[in-house]
C-alpha cells in the first residue's frame, strides 16, 4: 500500500490550459502539503492544510489553487498553465510534530 | 527568511569511504531538522532531531544536530553504491506543529564508485 499516492504521474499539457493533480495518504496523518521541486532540483513549499484548513500560502500565483475535501486528500489545481510552471510537484503529509512523508511526485511538462 | 545551506554540493567517493554531509541553517521558530534520501522519485525521510547532541543512528548512517552552531552533519561509514543519491536537509518552523512548513537546501549529490 502507497502511503501517499499521487496522480497522474506524468503529464505533458499545452500552455492556457487547466489541470488537477490529486494527492491521497492513508497514513491517518492531520497535515498535508505541497511542493514544487524545479529544475535545480530545489524543493520549495507551495501550500499546506491542517484538517482541511489552509495553513500556509507562499508566494504562489493565484493561478494555483488547492483544494482539500477531507483530511486523506489535497489536490492542486492549476489554471491557464504557463511553460515556467514546467516542474516536479510533490504532496507530502505529517502529524503536527512528525517527519513529513512525500509521494513519488508528479512529473507535469507545460509545451 | 529562512535559509538551509548544505556542503560540500556534490562528492564522489569509493566504496567503503566513509563521508560526512553538512547542514547549517538560519530560521525563525525552529522546530527540528530533517535528513531526507532522494534517488529518483519521493524524498526517503531518514532522520528528524530536535535536540542537540543526541546522535541518531540507522545503521550506517547516523546524524547530529548543534542548535548552539546551527548545523547538523549526516555521516555514512563503509559507503556502498546504493547509497549514490541526493541528500537534502530540511528545518521545520513555524509557530506551532500545525503551522509548521519545511524549508529545503539544495542538497547534497553523492556519487559512490565501485
Known amino acids: 500500500d502507497t502511503a501517499v499516492s499521487q496522480t497522474p504521474k506524468y503529464l505533458v499539457t499545452q500552455m492556457g490550459n487547466d489541470k488537477s493533480i490529486k494527492c491521497e495518504q492513508n497514513l491517518g496523518h492531520d497535515t498535508m502539503y505541497w511542493y514544487k521541486q524545479d529544475s535545480k532540483k530545489f524543493l520549495k513549499i507551495m501550500f499546506s492544510y491542517n484538517n482541511k484548513e489552509l495553513i500556509i500560502n507562499e508566494t504562489v500565483p493565484n493561478r494555483f489553487s488547492p483544494k482539500s475535501p477531507d483530511k486523506a486528500h489535497l489536490n492542486l489545481h492549476i489554471n491557464s498553465l504557463e511553460l515556467g510552471d514546467s516542474a516536479v510537484y510533490f504532496c507530502?503529509?505529517?502529524?503536527?510534530?512528525?517527519?513529513?512523508?512525500f509521494g513519488e511526485g508528479s512529473w507535469l511538462t507545460v509545451v | 527568511e529562512d535559509k538551509v545551506v548544505q556542503s560540500p554540493l556534490s562528492l564522489v567517493v569509493h566504496e567503503g569511504d566513509t563521508v560526512t554531509l553538512n547542514c547549517s541553517y538560519e530560521v525563525t521558530n525552529f522546530r527540528s531538522l530533517l535528513w531526507y534520501k532522494q534517488e529518483k522519485k519521493a524524498p526517503t525521510f531518514l532522520f528528524m532531531l530536535?535536540?542537540?547532541?543526541i546522535e541518531k543512528k540507522s545503521g550506517r548512517l547516523s546524524s547530529i544536530l548543534d542548535k548552539k552552531e546551527l548545523f547538523s552533519i549526516l555521516n555514512i561509514t563503509a559507503t556502498q553504491t546504493g547509497d549514490s543519491a541526493v541528500y537534502l536537509c530540511?528545518?521545520?518552523?513555524?509557530?506551532?506543529?500545525?503551522?509548521?512548513?519545511?524549508?529545503f537546501g539544495k542538497g547534497i549529490t553523492l556519487s559512490v564508485r565501485p
Open positions: 530540511a528545518v521545520s518552523s513555524g509557530p506551532t506543529g500545525a503551522n509548521s512548513k519545511l524549508t
Open positions: 507530502a503529509s505529517s502529524e503536527s510534530r512528525g517527519p513529513q512523508y
Open positions: 530536535t535536540s542537540s547532541g
